[in-house]
């Protein structure tokens, strides 16, 4: 099992989204998140002051999934979040050891869906 | 301070009343002055119509994405500015000054202007450059989150200096309008009907907001960021109103029809809220409270016009249909694909010609209307002299403000890249933002 | 605008004086008409009142959680709107119309009512509904963060149409209450003993909130979502009540009373927000802002009783009790688990019962009561009265205010089902949020 | 109620005439009382004032952190209620006491005090306090974000109910500046000029806060946590200034005046808005909403002095000074590394400084100044009384104020820990969030 | 060494942090998140459109932990989060590869508590 | 490859992120968090009841690097934050077993950076 890590431009969640929807990945948690890489910050002016605002507003997306759906997800990410440009973010695969299903106390490769 | 004034009310004053030459004859020892009383009223109401600004900025702000709220803050605050400028110079000249039919000549930045009313040029210039500044700001709502803020600029100074002058000398200026026997109390054409209708053309040359309709037609929720600013705002909105109908009565007299105009408006305010509540409870499953306030304004809108000419149950009446119009109206509006963020159009265009009309149904000659409504017997006369008023008034409104957008839009721009639109405005046109450190989603 | 005034002012008025009939006597030329100067100061602080309303849902608002705010406000909104329907058809004649000490009977939807004073109907009519409204809405801030909609709704319709009225008549209709020389200048028990007794019985009905006490009998600190948001609420109603307290004089006269109200209810008001802070600063530890902004409400309270009869020492006396009180209630009805959100109990019932007392202990014959209070050696008789009163209309709401509960409770249900109050009653309620798109813990 | 007024206004009112022993003769019967008039102004224009605080508390909260807002607000209000206090038991006596050219000393707690004008003293004393809260207010704003909250209180009893008395008796008291003819008509030195050098004063004790400067000397961005709240807070300033300038006349005359003042109020603020908007855009590039305001409060202050002297024009001309001074001022203050928050500073003390040395360039002797100002051939006469004025008013407060914190700093200490600082003001002082449940970042 | 992330619904926070002192866990980190999976959404009703918000408030807590204190900590979050409904949640387990406390510079084992 | 997770004092960020910058290190991710720890929380008083937080706020920073990075970035974030007092924070590092950039499709390696 794998733990899909992704961090993506904030408008582009509704197409990521439906993109995971439509490679039936249904289950996900997102959270609210700063970014720092490539993408150059905006100025920010206030009271007579300018600084460069470098943590730039990005949303990230947890997946839990089995292998064989691994590829599919990650696809599907891509799809839905690519705009080409600097700052559409990445995706990180780590190796998931185990998963429960609070509910009902599932183990493993169930528990994930 | 005072002995300031000792002095002033010593010398000072007489010197005024030299200068100023006011009719008012003095008052003997101990007594009031008239004058002075219907001053007073005219700036406290003055007063409460500026502050309707801040109603329209929460309320506008309120029903608005957090990422876009600075900007339509500084719309809201720089339009009133604008307008006190722009109706200084031009507007109130141009309204209120000698002139034809059509529009004033004389007063250019108030010299040699000559008030309105029984009270001081000065405190009838403060309560109509007021009256001025709320017309300018209703477009702000129809046009939010997608608008340049320079375009904005321009669009509020030509609104108030040129374009609402010019209708409000039709119709209380003792232009053509007035001389018919339009009968317009308090601004539901001039203010309202004009306001809405402009940021009707607006909204539409604008385009949608990113995402607001689907490709299938249907539309998204884009839910307003701060229930609490916008019930704030249209409290605030309510509270102003109070100036707004009861002081264009611009004296005081015996209190009759002061105290009528009040009773008047907020019943007819109630009653729009409880019926826009019901409506789309019924419509929608759920009470929704921003269409309970939009109601509100429906309903104070509506009985702008008629509220020194009507009794309290038809205000009550005026404020239903009010009520339930403005909910139909928001409904068709997204049918027809047009976006208009806080339902600035539902409201004060939609209500805003109700309103007129209604003067025609409701209205008495024995309160001071030139002919009887509908309903006592005074027939269409009245009825038609409102439909042609309110529908002038549109129609020079739609193709004024048509050419006005359409020049900015060539010379300026009247929209926002998307890509400004998706960091949202405040990022973009102010490189700041409204709520800094608070975690917000920006995903839509 | 003002052409259509000049023919009203010419034709109109003189028709409206010849309808309405009033006694004034028309002043000579130049000086302005009694009438009509208290007419406008009626309405000024009529509006003052009507802004209050925001005040209240702004505190409400303030001291509650994110999850809830939609729901207060859409509370808040439409009570008013019901107590300004209501009280047209129904409440008006009750309290003010011709009938026996209990009650009146004419007057129905205002035809026919007569004016409570000076003013003319309308204007005295829209001062009275903005009360019935205040009262109305103090009981949302108790019953907060689980009462159903629509049963709120009944509830505010109930209270503003028949049980308000009653009571009012009793004390400022020429019922049995005033007619034993009960003084109440501005509404301690009328107004606020009433609104926050059925708070209270409203509140011990529907239970604490969930996990606002532990098993073992401790409270929980359930914070208030926007301190802001309170704060700016609290200096709204103090804003307001400068209209409650000095507008129920319902006449300018030489300016002396209005003064005198006007200082003393400044007075309680800060010195209750001292002590209430000093109070709590020294039993918590902490200078607590919600306690000092209830203790200034509390201080505002009291002082709406006997604003008229007592002089401004005595204002900050009772204020400092006030402020007192205050956090002596909060503490207590802990203990006694009962859950008052926003602390309507102690600020409003518990203070409007002391507010009355004080009246025979501060009060003056020389200012227009009945008898000299208690520390003026007028002994027991006014403070015996006010005991009485307030004590009879705290019995008359505990039961009926028990009755509508309970029967609402049965055919409906007063309170919202767990899972709801856990999501939160805006979504669960109005398909809303009142933040949207800001990230919000909802763990408690 | 009306009951009880009515045996009031038979019975109480006589009486109350016959101990308040007022100057003014009866007027015929139907006609109005110029005295009960001139009251029911100064009374209304006192709530306006009083509103202020509330917006002097969501500018300084909206422009400051989050987690420093709760620890602001409730210095805001508890300095109006110790204001209240301080000016009831010392302060007015000292202020309009009878006494030498430098204080008065007759009236404590207002018993045997006279009213400073025409109005009965308990509403002369309202509006006199509400002015005194104001000026104790615009210090917590410049010390926001690090100054210990008992150090606060102890600053702000010391200020209404000593300091600005005294200035105030110079001034409004028959004082040795009044007698030299020195002209400030509501407040620009009296209130403005003092309370912002009573800010420098303290910001510079204080120091900045951490993190605003770095090592090389240049300034961070510390954004205001909340604009709508500031833009609030900025419409309810402007409100309650309508009660502050025109209010100033005591008196509404036959409402030349009064009308004067308050078209001079607007002018002047929409002005400063406009002017440091324009500035602030050229010089950093963005239109920032937060200057635009701070330029509307710069020419309210401004005018502050001047409004009753000049025409329509100089206010405009006044005002756009003002606007570009404030933007200047901020910049500078950050240059020479003073850190005022909210721009108390730049927009009190410097432009309470350029409004009262207006008053002797475009006041105008017909209007009721001692001499015509430069433009109107008078020469330098009332220019160099005002600046003589101004100038030992910043000279006294500097010293007095100077004294006053460095003892409150030995004795209690200004300045909150580090760690508490970096936590923040609301848990540290007041153990509670403003923003319960919200998910804020305090990384700054 | 395991992170242990567990995605729980918000008011059941408290009884969670409960269990977990019970079975003497006393460190954690919590954040705030958006979830969906099978639990369905709410309707939300806003001047008159109609749309499914199917991403709800959920709670997500990070614990680190040594080998011995993996299953205690997992039946800790099940009895503080279970309430047997959809929506209850799921816990991820992953492996730590080292862990640092800064204070100290301690790592590994000793770090975690 | 590595994903390293700190938990640091949130007024500690601009430190660390000027530690990272130095330690060339100018990508990550940053979140909001509460935190639970040794650190004692402190005394909340509204209303007349007095309970204790040990919820405090801390920042969550995620880092994805190389091996030859792992060393100077856990440097860099202990540099930055460690005030020595309770409460400083934790780094946790993990295996990263992939890592995409969205924009460009690289995977692995050249993706981090
Ligand atoms: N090495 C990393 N560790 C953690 N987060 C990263 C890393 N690299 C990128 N990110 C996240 O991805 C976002 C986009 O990366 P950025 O470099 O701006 O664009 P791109 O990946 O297209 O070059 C960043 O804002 C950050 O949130
Ligand atoms: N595969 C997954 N990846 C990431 N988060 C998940 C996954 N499955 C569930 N979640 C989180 O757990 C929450 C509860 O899951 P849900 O399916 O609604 O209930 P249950 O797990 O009881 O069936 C979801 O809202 C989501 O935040
Ligand atoms: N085992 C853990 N699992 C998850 N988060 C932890 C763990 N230990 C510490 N933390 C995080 O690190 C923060 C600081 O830890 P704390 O124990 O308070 O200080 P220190 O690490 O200096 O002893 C905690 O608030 C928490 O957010």
Known sequence: MKLIIAMIQPHKLPDVKKALFDADVHKMTVTNALGCGQQKGFMETYRGVITEVNLLKKTRIEIAVN??????????????????????????????????RIRTGEKGREAIG | MFRRIRNIL??????????????????????????????????????????????????????????NVCNILTKNFLDFCMASLGFFIFGYALMFGDGNGFMGFTGWFLSGAKSGSGVPLYAFWLFQAAFCGAAATIVAGGMAERMKFPAYLIYSFL??????????????????????????????????????????????????????????????????????????????????????????????????????????????????????MATVWKMFGKPDLSMAMNGALAGLVAITAPCAFVDPWASIVIGAIAGGLVVMG???????????????????????????????????????????????????????????????????????????????????????????????????????????????????
């Not at chain 2, 109390?185 to 689907?214: D, E, I």
């Not at chain 2, 409904?331 to 159009?345: E, F, Q, R, S």
């Not at chain 2, 309110?390 to 009247?414: A, E, H, T, Y």
Request: some cysteine.
């Open chain 1, 67 to 100: 292998e064989d759906f691994l590829e599919p997800t990650i696809e599907a990410i891509i799809k839905g979040a690519r705009s080409g440009n600097i700052g559409d973010g990445k995706i990180f695969v780590l190796d998931l050891a185990d998963c429960v």
């Open chain 2, 159 to 276: 609104i108030s200096a040129f374009i609402y002058p010019i209708v409000g000398h039709w119709i209380w200026g003792g232009g053509w309008l007035s001389k018919m026997g339009f009968a317009d109390f308090a601004g539901s054409t001039v203010v309202h009907a004009l306001g809405g209708v402009a940021a009707l053309v607006g909204t539409m040359m604008l385009k949608p907001r990113t995402g607001k309709y689907n490709a299938d037609g249907s539309a998204n929720v884009i839910a307003g960021h701060s229930i609490p600013l916008a019930s704030l705002g249209v409290f605030i909105l309510w509270f102003g109103w109070f100036g707004f109908n009861p002081g264009s009565t611009l004296s005081v007299g015996n209190g009759e029809l002061i105290a009528r105009v009040a009773i008047n408006t907020n019943l007819s305010a109630a009653m729009g809220g409880i019926v826009a």
């Open chain 2, 330 to 444: 928001v409904v068709v509006l997204d049918k027809l694909k047009i976006d208009d963020p806080v339902g600035a159009v539902p409201v004060h265009c939609l209500n805003g010609i109700w309103g007129t009309l209604s003067v025609g149904i409701f209205g008495k000659a024995a309160l001071g209307l030139a002919h009887d409504g509908l309903l006592y017997g005074g027939g269409f006369k009245q009825l038609a002299i409102q439909a042609l008023g309110v529908g002038s008034v549109l129609l020079f409104i739609v193709f004024s403000m048509g050419i006005v957008f359409k020049l900015i839009d060539i010379f300026l721009g009247l929209r926002v890249s998307r890509e400004e639109e998706l960091k949202g405005l405040d990022i973009g046109e102010h490189g700041m933002e409204s709520y800094a450190g608070f975690q917000i989603f920006t995903t839509q």
């Open chain 2, 10 to 67: 010593g010398g000072g004053v007489l010197v005024l009343l030299g200068l100023a030459g006011t009719a008012a004859c003095e008052p003997q020892a101990g007594a009031a002055s008239q004058t002075g009383v219907d001053t007073l009223w005219v700036l406290m109401t003055a007063f409460l119509v500026f502050f309707m600004q801040a109603g329209f900025g929460m309320v506008e702000a309120g029903f608005i994405r957090a990422k």
